[in-house]
């Protein structure tokens, strides 16, 4: 296989960095690697334990550079294009089904698929030096798949920015229209990571994942289906001991103080 996914736990497991490692081309994607992608993901989905994942980019250069163009230049039917983008719309639905967030650790270039990808995570922090990108106009194909996420992190005017003009933006723009959340020098952005994972490590861990399936419902419903599926899932929240616990800990801290 050209290109692999290096999977690490730190957090006595809870925490799994994955890694796409395929540093020599910019850690672009092919067929195999995006099997392995949606395949890693999806057996990190079974662990119970988990509590959070981090995705990167091997070595110093590339979040994902996108999806291997000499591949897709190889594509030569309607069913061999629609067998690539389902491939490309796998890994992106693989980490939005994730039941944990997964938080993007956007190393360097982030471009095309990649920036779906990123679009797909649940919380995105980019290195200053990192730019994004979705260039495929540029190479005569459109983007169609998580670039769909793109409005409601930026908005339909900065979406056409980056789809129809092909604009590549500092991750100072990415901050500034709400693509990444969060800006570090690189010698910073494992501290900024780790600041993020402890907050979430605090949470009740039924409480993220309920609360990362329902955003990703709320993406995919309009607002009044939404609220009736917000409702549902905070009465299902009872299910577990865990509001008792958590809310039941608050009243005694409160009591005491
Ligand atoms: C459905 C989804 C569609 C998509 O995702 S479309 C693809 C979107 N991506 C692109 O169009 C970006 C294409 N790449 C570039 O324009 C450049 O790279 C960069 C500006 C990002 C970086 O330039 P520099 O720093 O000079 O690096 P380098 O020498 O061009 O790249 C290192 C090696 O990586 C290969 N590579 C980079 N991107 C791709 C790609 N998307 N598909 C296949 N190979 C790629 C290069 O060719 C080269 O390889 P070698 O060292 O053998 O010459």
Do not use: Y
Request: glycine content about 10%; proline content about 4%; aromatic content about 6%.
């Amino acid at each position: 296989m050209v290109g692999r996914m290096d999977v690490r736990r730190s957090h006595d497991g809870r925490v799994a960095h994955v890694a796409v490692d395929h540093d020599a081309k910019l850690n672009t994607l092919n067929p195999d690697l995006m099997r392995d992608f949606a395949a890693t993901f999806a057996a990190l989905g079974q662990d119970e334990g988990l509590r959070a994942v981090v995705l990167t980019g091997a070595g110093p250069r590339a979040f994902i550079g996108g999806a291997d163009i000499s591949v897709m230049a190889a594509v030569d039917s309607e069913a061999q294009g629609e067998a690539f983008i389902r491939l490309v719309h796998g890994c992106c639905r693989a980490v939005r089904d994730c039941p944990v967030p997964v938080i993007a650790r956007v190393n360097g270039w982030c471009l095309g698929a990649g920036l779906e990808i990123a679009a797909a995570c649940d919380l995105r922090i980019a290195a200053d030096v990192a730019k994004f990108g979705m260039p495929e106009v540029r190479v005569g194909i459109p983007s169609v798949v998580e670039a769909a996420l793109l409005p409601g992190l930026i908005g339909w005017g900065r979406t056409r920015r980056l789809l129809l003009l092909a604009e590549t933006i500092t991750a100072a723009r990415a901050l500034e229209w709400g693509l990444v959340e969060r800006v570090a020098p690189p010698g910073l952005l494992d501290a900024a990571v780790e600041e993020w994972i402890d907050m979430l490590l605090e949470a009740g861990p039924h409480a993220i994942r309920s609360q990362k399936a329902l955003i990703r419902r709320w993406e995919d419903l309009s607002i009044t289906e939404g609220i009736a599926a917000g409702i549902e899932a905070f009465a299902a929240s009872w299910k577990t001991e865990e509001p008792r616990r958590m809310l039941g800990g608050f009243m005694e801290r409160k009591a005491k103080t």
